[in-house]
């Protein structure tokens, strides 16, 4: 009979490109799981919070018990909730996962139910400065098979905007943005300008072209990444309304949920939110309400694959669908863990698909495929995904921020 007691518990940091934190699990048999903590920009703080908390506590309880190991990590601690702990508790429930599955000689997607459809369908990230860059980019992420394309573009008067890859805050090299996403190497975050009415005015017409220069069927996303008031949401969603968007993401800061009741009422455009979601309480009122059709929350940052279970269960009463978060600050073992549920559940959406960079694959070695449009997890037991202690440790931690953001009328603090 198998020892499935847990041995060890290991929380590795490595930086291949972009910084990582991940939990090693390993039962007194030897059998390894892997989960993913990585908070961008606060990851220290996941690092500390499991090897000086968690660690301890998980040393000889049994590697199968994941639900009473979930309970008793977040339900035994005064102090529920939030991104660190709820990254941590994540990366637990994943390795146990990862472990189970393997113990049973199966992909995860196995124990989770089966295939609900062949793949996940992913969307890229389409950007540039001006209209012709972003056609350029769209055509390149149609040339590598993608089937639905997020939208992002410079604004008139703005040096640098938030997922535009030729930003010069997301220069590429030095102190610059590394791996994709617009963080920083550097003891401080940047600070980039914003200004709302450039970006109403300018948005819509952005679209208009975009449909012009590539047909109705496209699936078009659009992120505005918490930056708009309630009525400015609203002014958004129904101006974008002609060009058919599949969603419109983070129109509003997520902390005052209420006030996407607004608008909803004002717009039709599907509405996308939940990425800086932590539990399902976060999402009571979003889903009894009906007021957003796709829910962002990524297996990191949300209590691990138990939890993201839940929600979506929850959602799926009310015909809402996932739309994980995956941008590379996800490494590969969350995003391995988002698609194994994501094949599996029946309210699947789309899933973000941001490609590492090759040596972030060298150290994690991934086993999920993209082909056709479509994320598959991969047939390999347990989440499919290695951890290559060698490359990893020749990468080491190195401080990086995601930018802050100030209005450029008056230099205040703004939503980033």
Same mark, same amino acid.
């Given at each position: 009979?198998?020892?499935?007691?847990?041995?060890?518990?290991?929380?590795?940091?490595?930086?291949?490109?972009?910084?990582?934190?991940?939990?090693? &699990?390993?039962?007194?048999?030897?059998?390894?799981?892997?989960?993913?903590?990585?908070?961008?920009?606060?990851?220290?703080?996941?690092?500390?919070?499991?090897?000086?908390?968690?660690?301890?506590?998980?040393?000889?309880?049994?590697?199968?018990?994941?639900?009473?190991?979930?309970?008793?990590?977040?339900?035994?601690?005064?102090?529920?909730?939030?991104?660190?702990?709820?990254?941590?508790?994540?990366?637990?429930?994943?390795?146990?996962?990862?472990?189970?599955?393997?113990?049973?000689?199966?992909?995860?997607?196995?124990?989770?139910?089966?295939?609900?459809?062949?793949?996940?369908?992913?969307?890229?990230? *389409?950007?540039?400065?001006?209209?012709?860059?972003?056609?350029?980019?769209?055509?390149?992420? &149609?040339?590598?098979?993608?089937?639905?394309?997020?939208?992002?573009?410079?604004?008139?008067?703005?040096?640098?905007?938030?997922?535009?890859?030729?930003?010069?805050?997301?220069?590429?090299?030095?102190?610059?943005?590394?791996?994709?996403?617009?963080?920083?190497?550097?003891?401080?975050?940047?600070?980039?300008?914003?200004?709302?009415?450039?970006?109403?005015?300018?948005?819509?017409?952005?679209?208009?072209?975009?449909? *012009?220069?590539?047909?109705?069927? &496209?699936?078009?996303?659009?992120?505005?990444? !918490?930056?708009?008031?309630?009525?400015?949401?609203?002014?958004?969603?129904?101006?974008?309304?002609?060009?058919?968007?599949?969603?419109?993401?983070?129109?509003?800061?997520?902390?005052?949920?209420?006030?996407?009741?607004?608008?909803?009422?004002?717009?039709?455009?599907?509405?996308?939110?939940?990425?800086?979601?932590?539990?399902?309480?976060?999402?009571?009122?979003?889903?009894?309400?009906? &007021?957003?059709?796709?829910?962002?929350?990524?297996?990191?940052?949300?209590?691990?694959?138990?939890?993201?279970?839940?929600?979506?269960?929850?959602?799926?009463?009310?015909?809402?669908?996932?739309?994980?978060?995956?941008?590379?600050?996800?490494?590969?073992?969350?995003?391995?863990?988002?698609?194994?549920?994501?094949?599996?559940?029946?309210?699947?959406?789309?899933?973000?698909?941001?490609? !590492?960079?090759?040596?972030?694959?060298?150290?994690?070695?991934?086993?999920?495929?993209?082909?056709?449009?479509?994320?598959?997890?991969?047939?390999?037991?347990?989440?499919?995904?290695?951890?290559?202690?060698?490359?990893?440790?020749?990468?080491?931690?190195?401080?990086?921020?995601?930018?802050?953001?100030?209005?450029?009328?008056?230099?205040?603090? !703004?939503?980033?």
């Amino acid at each position: 009979m198998s020892n499935t007691q847990i041995a060890s518990a290991e929380v590795l940091v490595t930086s291949p490109g972009r910084n990582f934190v991940t939990l090693r &699990l390993r039962t007194a048999d030897g059998v390894e799981g892997l989960g993913d903590a990585t908070v961008n920009g606060r990851e220290l703080a996941v690092v500390s919070y499991l090897r000086d908390h968690l660690v301890p506590l998980l040393l000889g309880r049994d590697a199968h018990a994941i639900e009473d190991t979930w309970q008793y990590l977040y339900r035994g601690a005064y102090w529920r909730r939030g991104p660190i702990t709820m990254a941590a508790i994540a990366a637990v429930d994943t390795a146990l996962w990862d472990i189970k599955a393997k113990l049973a000689g199966m992909p995860l997607y196995q124990l989770l139910g089966g295939h609900s459809r062949r793949g996940c369908l992913a969307y890229g990230h *389409a950007s540039g400065a001006d209209l012709p860059e972003l056609f350029d980019s769209v055509r390149s992420h &149609l040339e590598q098979g993608y089937r639905a394309i997020r939208i992002q573009t410079g604004i008139p008067g703005l040096d640098s905007v938030y997922g535009v890859a030729t930003s010069p805050n997301a220069a590429v090299g030095g102190a610059s943005r590394y791996d994709h996403e617009p963080a920083r190497r550097a003891a401080a975050p940047v600070e980039e300008e914003w200004d709302t009415r450039a970006y109403l005015r300018h948005i819509p017409g952005v679209f208009e072209a975009v449909r *012009a220069e590539f047909g109705p069927e &496209l699936p078009l996303l659009h992120d505005a990444h !918490h930056r708009l008031a309630p009525i400015q949401a609203a002014r958004l969603g129904k101006l974008l309304e002609p060009y058919d968007l599949f969603w419109l993401e983070d129109v509003t800061p997520a902390e005052n949920t209420a006030v996407l009741r607004r608008v909803r009422e004002h717009t039709t455009t599907p509405l996308a939110i939940g990425e800086v979601f932590n539990t399902v309480w976060d999402y009571r009122e979003l889903f009894e309400e009906q &007021l957003i059709d796709y829910v962002r929350s990524p297996v990191t940052h949300a209590g691990g694959i138990t939890a993201l279970r839940r929600i979506f269960d929850y959602a799926s009463i009310y015909q809402i669908k996932s739309g994980v978060h995956g941008p590379t600050d996800v490494s590969p073992v969350g995003l391995a863990a988002a698609l194994h549920l994501g094949v599996a559940i029946p309210n699947f959406g789309i899933q973000e698909y941001m490609k !590492h960079s090759a040596t972030t694959d060298e150290v994690f070695r991934p086993g999920f495929a993209f082909s056709g449009g479509l994320l598959s997890p991969g047939e390999e037991p347990g989440l499919g995904v290695s951890y290559d202690d060698a490359v990893a440790e020749a990468h080491p931690y190195s401080a990086a921020y995601l930018p802050v953001n100030r209005l450029k009328l008056d230099g205040s603090m !703004h939503d980033w």
